[in-house]
């Protein structure tokens, strides 16, 4: 491969930020912290439990309880020595969570078509020209701070508070001020506010087969137009110039040939950062018709179209991209904003590597500012996106096409759903949960045993597996 040619577009990525479903980073718990929680936890549930006893918990138990739930918050410096916690655990620190809380407070769209694929002018162009192109992995995380709450924490989410008190506790400026608001955050609250609080507070949920799946068949997917090599870096810096430089590359991709895949998208939106990755991008084969074509692939387990709020959901994904992807290509970028919301250096030196990888990628960069500008130059060269927007559904077991829902963007129903889900966000309100049409949804949820919406709790719920037949993309 000559590396050296001006015009090759490289494609460069990052391994710490997935839009893959919620992107909430894993709680790890060493086993013998778990055990240090099951029996602090066992303890309080013992003496709530007994009527005669004149205090609800003692000092002792409380100072127990305590010390157990902040040893979660380190965590540690290896994941590969740590283990999940198993969904059985996690039902019995609720359940235990919960009654200690009660006791406590009582002393106190369009049609989707059949066919695989349309010969329409919407047609991409498949014959695109091979090229040999590169992704950048960066191996550098960013840090997050997942702590469950105690007792007493999850209480206040309850309590009256400032409007300055409520934003500067609020979920977003606890869990993504440092990387903005992922556009799986948005659909994951408009799935259920709930359970998306419940994600925050207590951790990611376990990965299922039927997610390994999905995200191999992306990986499959994006390897077919680029070629991925390592980079490690190390700044934020450099990590943010990796994520713009994987966008001009990306682009330059798509005017070459037509065809780019796993795109990510970082714009400013109603008032917040935000971060996304569409999964495919294509430009229409008419040489008069230049508004690309958002693509967003769901994998199912089942040969079988998804429920509605399924589908609804997936329409809210691809606006959020649409949205993201217009204002960027109206030079919406606000770049001293960017700089000073995650505390960047815009003269910081980036690493050789990334230095000579743009190089080579046709655009010289020296500092982040140089990115940010390049950035913002191709942006300027894009069009609008397509107002009709796809989603497409396939089989895990063959790849083969279920159907495909073209829809038209609403931006007034997108904007609703976006204020809405950053009241809760930003700590205007505490979180609904899902309406009761939608109670289905309940159980395939691993927090329902402990949802103010399950009236039974002893009942049995349904299996503990979120989102059955189909994957996030």
């Known amino acids: 491969m000559n590396e050296s040619h001006s015009e090759l577009p490289f494609n460069t990525t990052t391994n710490y ?25 066992a303890s309080a549930s013992s003496s709530l439990s007994s009527s005669t006893v004149a205090e609800l918990v003692s000092e002792e138990e409380m100072a127990s309880i305590e010390a157990a739930l902040a040893s979660t918050c380190t965590l540690p410096s290896s994941s590969t020595a740590s283990v999940l916690v198993s969904e059985e655990e996690m039902a019995s620190i609720e359940a235990s969570l919960a009654s200690t809380r009660s006791s406590l407070s009582s002393s ?26 590169i992704t950048l992995r960066a191996k550098r995380r960013f840090s997050f701070c997942t ?49 998306m609080e419940f994600l ?35 700044s934020d810096e450099d990590a943010w110039a990796v994520k713009l430089t994987n966008f001009i590359i990306g682009a330059n991709q798509l005017l070459l040939d037509g065809l780019t895949r796993e795109l990510p998208l970082i714009g400013f939106a109603e008032g917040v950062w935000m971060v996304g990755m569409v999964d495919e991008v294509r430009m229409p084969v008419t040489e008069t018709d230049r508004n690309p074509i958002l693509v967003d692939i769901k994998t199912r387990v089942r040969d079988t179209l998804p429920a509605e709020p399924q589908r609804r959901n997936g329409r809210l994904q691809l606006m959020c991209y649409k949205y993201l992807w217009d204002n960027l ?14 505390t960047l250096n815009p003269y910081y030196i980036l690493s050789k590597e990334i230095r000579e990888i743009t ?48 829809f038209a963007y609403d931006s007034d129903w997108l904007k609703s759903q976006i204020m809405s889900c950053l009241e809760f966000w930003l700590g205007g309100r505490e979180a609904n949960c899902t309406p009761k049409e939608e109670r289905w949804k309940c159980w395939f949820c691993q927090f329902s045993s402990v949802c103010p919406t399950n009236t039974n709790p002893d009942s049995t719920q349904g299996p503990i597996t979120d989102n059955l037949n189909s994957t996030p993309s």
């Open 17 to 41: 930020n997935s839009n893959s479903g919620v992107d909430i980073p894993t709680e790890l718990v060493s086993e013998e912290e778990m055990a240090s929680i099951e029996a602090a936890l």
């Open 108 to 133: 106190a769209g369009p049609a989707i078509c059949s066919t695989s694929h349309s010969h329409s002018q919407y047609e991409f162009q498949r014959n695109a020209r091979s090229i040999q192109s």
């Open 147 to 195: 702590e469950p709450s105690d007792i007493e924490d999850l209480g206040s989410l309850r309590s009256n508070q400032k409007k300055k008190s409520r934003v500067a506790d609020s979920f977003f400026h606890r869990f993504r001020i440092k990387t903005g608001l992922f556009v799986g955050d948005i659909t994951a609250t408009e799935w259920c506010e709930k359970k």
């Open 200 to 234: 925050l507070l207590f951790g990611q949920r376990r990965n299922t087969e039927a997610m390994k799946t999905g995200r191999a068949r992306h990986a499959k997917l994006e390897e077919e137009v680029v070629k991925k090599v390592d980079l490690h870096v190390k």
């Open 329 to 342: 290509v109206a030079d919406s970028f606000p770049s001293k904003q960017f700089f000073d919301f995650f």
């Open 359 to 406: 190089a080579k990628s046709g655009f010289p960069v020296k500092t982040l500012d140089d990115v940010v500008r390049c950035y913002r130059n191709i942006c300027s060269k894009l069009s609008p996106a397509k107002h009709e927007l796809l989603l497409r559904y396939e089989y895990q077991k063959d790849n083969s096409v279920l159907g495909e829902d073209r």
